[in-house]
Structure formats: structure tokens, C-alpha cells
């Protein structure tokens, strides 16, 4: 069996937590820079990719928190475009 990188780690506990991305990079980085953050975000958008078509991760997105209870599921191109924009 193959072990988990730590990012995958990382994802999976804090993505059980429904954490945001950026609580997910700043646990993971073990730092409150943001512009470290950001070097990450695409090693994470690839896994949040992967994993949300075989129902491991679920994405949502919301004006009001907490997003999965009052916002809506993205999935499909949708979520594609929004892993690509760097804004989100």
C-alpha cells in the first residue's frame, strides 16, 4: 500500500474538518505567511481535483459561512475554474 505524502495527510484531516484552503495551507506550512501559502495552492487544487470526482473531498462555495451548510456544491468544469483562478 502507498503511504500518504503529507499533503495528502493534510488534505484528508483537515478536509474531514471542512476546512477552507487557506486554514488547510496554513496548518500545512506550519506558518501564518500567506505569501507562502500561495506557493502551495497549486500542489493542492491538483489533489482537491482528484479526489473530488471519486467522493473523497467535496468543494463548496458560499458568500456565508460555514459554506457546506449554506452554500452550494461545485463540481464538474466548474470546480476546474475555480481551482485555475488564482482570486478564489
Not at 5 to 13: K, P, R, V
Not at 31 to 55: T, V
Not at 71 to 88: F, H, I, Y
Amino acid at each position: 500500500m502507498k503511504e500518504w505524502a503529507d499533503d495528502e495527510y493534510g488534505l484528508y484531516i483537515n478536509g474531514t474538518k471542512t476546512a477552507d484552503l487557506w486554514a488547510i495551507l496554513s496548518d500545512w506550512t506550519k506558518s501564518e505567511d500567506e505569501e507562502e501559502w500561495k506557493k502551495h495552492i497549486p500542489r493542492f487544487s491538483r489533489l482537491i481535483a482528484c479526489w473530488q470526482p471519486l467522493g473523497f473531498i467535496k468543494v463548496f462555495r458560499s458568500d456565508e459561512w460555514p459554506a457546506e451548510l449554506c452554500g452550494e456544491e461545485v463540481t464538474g468544469q466548474a470546480l476546474a475554474d475555480l481551482l485555475a483562478d488564482p482570486a478564489s
